[in-house]
């Protein structure tokens, strides 16, 4: 049996770090670029490298973007009365993807976790707060999800946010419990989205 190049092999492994790849599928992912050097793994090489050097995070609401402004806070159509809280950026880019939403988002870059010592401050719900406060917000819409981390996490926002009198939602039907938002059809997030309830 031939030995694979350490070349190689570290790919494989780095690959097989990613969400959904486990060392098979990284291993088969590897061969297909490997096979089509010069039309896939060049150009992703290359597109790895520019996205590494130009991604930033949003000085705002958190999304990622290549500038400090994301495109969505950038844009003034933007109604920016509502803001949509989601748990990270898969969320906000599952939310965009049923394009119900007309508002600007806050990304949490995680849930409230007692077993794995996240508390508020590790989160941007500061951030949330003083936004809320000093951008004439309306509503927060709550579209985290359905776990036992996400429901803490979003009473703890209404709690956090009670002074100030906004009104805070929630999204309704059509999300499972257990479920992720990022896992959803899209129709299934616009209709939770229109059903949304006070919280």
Request: charged letters at 25%.
């Amino acid at each position: 049996m031939t030995e694979t190049p350490r070349d190689i092999e570290a790919l494989i492994e780095l690959m097989s770090r990613l969400p959904g790849l486990g060392p098979r599928s990284a291993r088969r992912a590897v061969l297909a670029m490997l096979k089509r050097r010069e039309g896939l793994m060049a150009p992703l090489a290359q597109a790895l490298a520019t996205v590494a050097l130009s991604a930033r995070d949003c000085r705002v609401c958190g999304n990622i973007g290549t500038s400090d402004l994301c495109a969505i806070c950038a844009d003034p159509a933007r109604a920016t009365g509502e803001v949509c809280v989601v748990e990270d950026v898969a969320d906000l880019w599952a939310m965009e993807r049923s394009r119900a939403f007309k508002g600007r988002y806050h990304v949490l870059g995680g849930t409230l976790s007692a077993l794995d010592s996240i508390g508020p401050d590790q989160l941007r719900i500061p951030d949330l707060v003083a936004r809320v406060a000093e951008d004439q917000v309306r509503e927060v819409i709550l579209a985290l999800n359905a776990t036992v981390d996400g429901q803490t996490t979003a009473h703890y926002i209404a709690d956090a946010l009670a002074p100030s009198e906004v009104r805070i939602t929630s999204l309704a039907q059509g999300v499972p419990i257990g479920g992720e938002l990022d896992y959803l059809d899209d129709g299934t997030i616009g209709a939770a989205l229109r059903a949304r309830r006070g919280v």
